[in-house]
């Protein structure tokens, strides 16, 4: 209910009351004189606004004359925390003012007519036209399902709890249609509870699009396809695994893999010196160009304001052995969840990039969307079997297989800037995968930002958690394990 006071001043004649009323508001009386004052030619002011039931009884029964209760209406928000930065927040007027809440403020509200009146000496409209029609609001039917938000925010929430982490964010996307189906970020806030709304909140930004980071290994399937198109390397080339120094720094791998290893098994074991020697047989234009291909450095464009494109390096820098063995393994290139979550969605199609989408699409939009080959069909298949192998026994994400089912997918880990562009031992964890390799129907990615658990791998922390969502959600589809053949 909405708290009125319409002028009156000769009403104003009891003073008990309007301390009483003072009272039930926690408005100083002072203040509420002076406002009075202050706004004493206009035929209203607001005194109060969006009141609860209980207080506006209170307010009817002090009976100030000048005082009225008029109806409002107030945004709730039935799924709460689970949808907070996704679908945001209006202000008091109703007025979008974050998430999908502003990107389609003017698309759900609509326009009111505009009419020009002429009236005569004694009030009396007598010609009334139009001037501008009235467009009527309009519904948006999201693509996100509200059982798979649930089942991601709670596993992602309860990572980011145990981890000690910073924050969270998790996207799932259907691959066949590129819908959107779940984008989810800890810790989150209630959007029904003002008082979080309007102050300096920290959890009311949507990170899985607004905040970028340097990607980690979840590059390398995109290094070793560059390899394979140019014929520097064969899934089955064997390489020498031994520590090389460049500009006097040594390229390691966390789990020294002493010997020799095939591509498959780099992949496998996401070495750093494997995929930095493919890099170095090859120039840095062939790198950028495949992550460009896979649109890494660009805005999804599913119409959320503050989305950030990330970044990535132009073709003209000129660059070091060490810039190019760095960005084979992430570092130096940047992007939000949602955009790492589009290269995943690509490789699960084959190659084939169609516009992402937030909003649900129909059948008839699905068929015609278009489609693009970024990258050989052929090549793709050879490396989503590779990282197949990421989740089985001895593999870097082998904590994200899920019993009978194929599961493609790629961990990583990156420590973070510090103000002065230093990397300090603060880590990102992150994996990204595809369930099930039969036939790809979800893509998922998991990034843990600053767990300070002991563990900060990504196939420690963020592995776990792909396994628990996915688990869910192909028990919530029945989608039958597959039957482990080859394809």
């Known amino acids: 209910m909405t708290l009125n006071f319409f002028f009156k001043e000769e009403d104003i004649n009891s003073?008990?009351?309007?301390?009483?009323?003072?009272?039930?508001?926690?408005i100083p009386l002072e203040k509420i004189f002076y406002e009075i004052k202050l706004n004493k030619n206009k035929h209203f002011i607001y005194l109060a606004r969006k009141i609860s039931f209980e207080l506006a009884k209170k307010i009817k029964d002090l009976n100030i004359p000048g005082i009225y209760l008029i109806n409002d209406y107030k945004r709730y928000y039935p799924l709460g925390k689970l949808t907070s930065q996704l679908v945001g927040f209006t202000n008091i007027d109703n007025k979008g003012i974050e998430g999908v809440e502003k990107s389609f403020d003017k698309l759900l509200t609509g326009k009111p007519e505009t009419i020009k009146v002429r009236?005569?000496?004694?009030?009396?409209?007598?010609?009334?036209?139009?001037?501008?029609?009235?467009?009527?609001?309009?519904?948006?039917?999201?693509?996100?399902?509200?059982?798979?938000?649930?089942?991601?925010?709670?596993?992602?929430?309860?990572?980011?709890?145990?981890?000690?982490?910073?924050?969270?964010?998790?996207?799932?996307?259907?691959i066949e249609t590129g819908e959107i189906l779940s984008i989810v970020n800890s810790p989150s806030f209630d959007p029904n509870n003002s008082k979080q709304l309007f102050k300096e909140n920290p959890t009311i930004r949507n990170k899985a699009i607004t905040d970028m980071?340097?990607?980690?290994?979840?590059?390398?399937?995109?290094?070793?396809?560059?390899?394979?198109?140019?014929?520097?390397?064969?899934?089955?080339?064997?390489?020498?695994?031994?520590?090389?120094?460049?500009?006097?720094?040594?390229?390691?791998?966390?789990?020294?893999?002493?010997?020799?290893?095939?591509?498959?098994?780099?992949?496998?074991?996401?070495?750093?010196?494997?995929?930095?020697?493919?890099?170095?047989?090859?120039?840095?234009?062939?790198?950028?160009?495949?992550?460009?291909?896979f649109k890494l450095g660009k805005s999804t464009n599913i119409g959320l304001i503050g989305e950030k494109s990330g970044f990535?390096?132009?073709?003209?820098?000129?660059?070091?052995?060490?810039?190019?063995?760095?960005?084979?393994?992430?570092?130096?290139?940047?992007?939000?969840?949602?955009?790492?979550?589009?290269?995943?969605?690509?490789?699960?199609r084959n190659g084939s990039s169609q516009p992402l989408s937030i909003i649900a699409k129909d059948y008839q939009k699905i068929k015609n969307n278009s489609t693009e080959q970024v990258f050989s069909k052929k090549i793709i298949k050879i490396v989503?079997?590779?990282?197949?192998?990421?989740?089985?026994?001895?593999?870097?994400?082998?904590?994200?297989?899920?019993?009978?089912?194929?599961?493609?997918?790629?961990?990583?880990?990156?420590?973070?800037?510090?103000?002065?562009?230093?990397?300090?031992?603060k880590y990102i964890s992150y994996i990204a995968g595809i369930v099930p390799m039969s036939h790809p129907k979800f893509s998922l990615i998991i990034m843990i930002n600053e767990p300070k658990s002991k563990k900060y791998y990504g196939g420690d922390v963020s592995a776990p958690v792909f396994k628990i969502i996915m688990s869910q959600i192909l028990k919530l589809n029945n989608i039958l394990p597959d039957n482990l053949q080859k394809y």
């Not at 003073?15 to 926690?26: A, G, I, P, Q, R």
């Not at 980690?216 to 120094?245: C, D, F, Q, R």
């Not at 990535?312 to 939000?336: C, E, I, P, Q, R």
């Open 312 to 348: 990535l390096y132009s073709k003209n820098k000129h660059f070091s052995d060490l810039d190019k063995v760095s960005l084979s393994f992430g570092y130096g290139v940047m992007a939000t969840p949602l955009q790492l979550a589009r290269v995943y969605t690509i490789i699960g």
């Open 213 to 293: 980071f340097e990607l980690g290994s979840t590059v390398k399937p995109m290094i070793i396809m560059k390899a394979l198109e140019k014929k520097i390397a064969t899934p089955n080339t064997i390489m020498n695994i031994s520590p090389i120094t460049i500009n006097k720094h040594t390229i390691k791998d966390v789990f020294p893999c002493h010997g020799k290893l095939s591509i498959t098994d780099i992949l496998k074991k996401s070495s750093n010196i494997g995929v930095s020697k493919l890099s170095l047989l090859m120039p840095m234009s062939e790198i950028i160009d495949i992550y460009a291909k």
């Open 384 to 425: 989503s079997k590779m990282l197949e192998t990421v989740t089985q026994p001895g593999g870097a994400g082998r904590k994200a297989a899920i019993k009978g089912y194929r599961i493609a997918a790629k961990t990583g880990t990156t420590k973070k800037l510090n103000s002065k562009k230093h990397y300090v031992k």
């Open 15 to 26: 003073t008990l009351k309007w301390k009483n009323l003072s009272k039930v508001l926690s």
């Open 119 to 174: 009236i005569d000496k004694n009030g009396k409209v007598i010609e009334k036209y139009t001037i501008k029609k009235s467009i009527p609001p309009n519904d948006i039917t999201l693509s996100i399902d509200s059982r798979y938000q649930k089942i991601v925010y709670c596993a992602l929430n309860n990572a980011v709890i145990s981890n000690k982490a910073n924050s969270g964010s998790a996207v799932l996307i259907n």
